[in-house]
């Protein structure tokens, strides 16, 4: 072939490329003037190939560079509410070009109070490529409203629509126009559709399966923030009081919940329970990844009579006890679940883990308070409208939906045995456990804090296990897992429950040398 041939053919290959991009660029316009019901298209606007999202928050990483795509920006019920604020349910939808699109939908869920709408990239528990990446269309929402003073403004709730979009409304509503939005500018609807979220994104995916039941295929639900009041009264109070008792006293007589533990008391500790658990998989790796089956008591840490040294004072330790037990009332019932003894517990960075609380928790300064009346506390403390308690999830689980769930052993906000729980529970009204398990699996991450971060192997693709489900009917047994905390390292996190078991032989930083058992 001739060079002048070889440059022709070069030309009309840019020619078609760049025709097919115009086409794209026209069609990704045109939707700003599409008509859908009560739902209002602000912006519709072609994002060339390269760009990247600047980091969500301080110690993320940027998401990016992202492939060419189409962003929709919208509002659906834009209305006045209460005291005259504007209230509408906000919503972005970034669509593939037509040629790399994979024909299914992905939603990425919300955090804290939400009111805002995240750029929809879908990069959370999704590997080393975000949804968008490869090929989904991706949504995100504010869930109606948006938040004035940070992710943890809930002035919104004096409104009754914004409360009850927040509450469990938005996310399907949203789902329903970006369905129909892929419809348009694809001419074919999306053929699979998924949730992933993480705390309130958690709680989202949770109720999307217990009141939407056929909006989404499959849905990943992280840490969930399912009884929030609960879980505040349980950190905010109840371990903060336990461990005002044995705190040291400032001049005027306040505990000092910062000293409750000196540096050598959390060593102390530590190593105590690293001592007990952490070989327990077959190596000591300084990950423990059968916290429920290890039973560690603190107990046998506390100072005899006499002794000094390497112990830590028995007021602290049955401190500690109390606090890790979990809230109870005067009839001695569990308010809310008591929390794991595992690796992330002594953490500073991020949450502090639960013996390491400093003057502030997530609500300012501790109480200096060293009595609590949990039937009071409790009284008010949950949400029904909020709280995604239902276990009847027969039309999802008919209609073939698929449902998993992971939560860190170390998160200090919501306890992973809440979670746990709610799975047990599933499974005791689902037919039992092995039933239960033909469409939802239950995933614990050793070390974990809240959605990541702490001495953990916090980064895992559970979407590619939730659509291998869902598309090919291959139930994860397992999801390989890595992080920074400990560079060079894999390991499987298993189907609860079933934990990593080293096989013997092979490297032990290698996941493949390690079953679930």
Not at 129 to 146: C, N, Q
Not at 338 to 362: E, Q, R, V
């Amino acid at each position: 072939m001739r060079y002048s041939e070889i440059g022709i053919l070069v030309l009309v290959a840019c020619s078609i490329a760049a025709q097919a991009q115009s086409e794209a660029s026209n069609r990704c316009a045109a939707l700003k003037t599409a008509t859908l019901t009560e739902v209002e298209i602000t912006d519709s606007v072609p994002v060339p190939e390269g760009k990247t999202i600047p980091p969500a928050y301080p110690g993320a990483s940027p998401v990016g560079p992202l492939p060419a795509h189409c962003r929709v920006d919208g509002m659906i019920n834009r209305r006045k509410g209460v005291d005259g604020v504007e209230y509408g349910i906000g919503f972005s939808l970034a669509l593939p070009e037509p040629d790399a699109w994979n024909g299914d939908f992905m939603m990425q869920g919300g955090g804290g109070g939400n009111g805002v709408v995240a750029y929809p990239v879908g990069s959370s528990y999704t590997g080393d490529k975000p949804a968008l990446a490869r090929g989904f269309a991706v949504a995100s929402t504010d869930s109606g409203h948006k938040a004035k003073t940070g992710g943890f403004d809930f002035t919104f709730m004096r409104d009754q629509q914004a409360y009850l979009d927040f509450a469990y409304m938005a996310n399907a509503e949203v789902a329903g126009v970006a369905k129909q939005i892929i419809d348009r500018y694809y001419a074919r609807p999306a053929a699979y559709s998924y949730f992933v979220g993480c705390s309130t994104g958690g709680r989202e995916g949770m109720i999307l399966s217990q009141r939407f039941p056929t909006v989404f295929n499959g849905i990943v639900s992280g840490d969930p923030a399912m009884r929030t009041g609960l879980s505040n009264l349980a950190i905010a109070q109840w371990i903060p009081v336990a461990y005002n008792k044995a705190s040291p006293k400032d001049a005027s007589g306040k505990p000092e919940i910062d000293k409750f533990l000196t540096e050598t008391d959390r060593k102390i500790f530590m190593d105590g329970l690293m001592k007990q658990c952490d070989a327990r998989d077959g190596v000591a790796d300084g990950m423990i990844f059968d916290p429920i089956g290890c039973d560690f008591d603190p107990a046998v840490l506390a100072c005899k009579s006499g002794q000094v040294d390497t112990c830590i004072a028995p007021e602290k330790i049955a401190a500690i006890k109390k606090a890790f037990a979990g809230p109870k009332n005067t009839y001695g019932t569990q308010v809310y679940p008591g929390f794991l003894y595992d690796t992330g517990i002594a953490s500073t960075t991020g949450i502090p883990g639960l013996l390491a609380l400093s003057k502030n928790g997530l609500f300012g300064p501790y109480t200096t308070a060293t009595e609590l009346d949990v039937d009071a506390a409790a009284l008010h403390a949950s949400d029904p409208l909020v709280e995604p308690a239902s276990t009847n999830l027969s039309t999802f689980s008919q209609d073939g939906g698929k449902l998993i769930f992971f939560h860190g052993d170390s998160d200090p906000w919501f306890s992973p045995l809440d979670t746990l729980g709610y799975y047990k529970s599933l499974a005791a009204t689902n037919g039992g456990a092995n039933k239960v398990a033909e469409w939802s699996r239950m995933f614990l991450v050793p070390g974990m804090a809240h959605c990541g971060g702490g001495p953990s192997l916090d980064h895992f693709d559970m979407l590619s296990a939730l659509v291998g489900w869902v598309e090919k009917g291959a139930a994860p047994e397992s999801v390989v897992a890595t992080g920074s905390a400990f560079p060079g390292r894999s390991r499987p996190l298993c189907a609860y429950p079933k934990h990593a078991q080293y096989t013997g032989s092979g490297d032990t930083q290698d996941a493949r040398n390690f079953q679930c058992r």
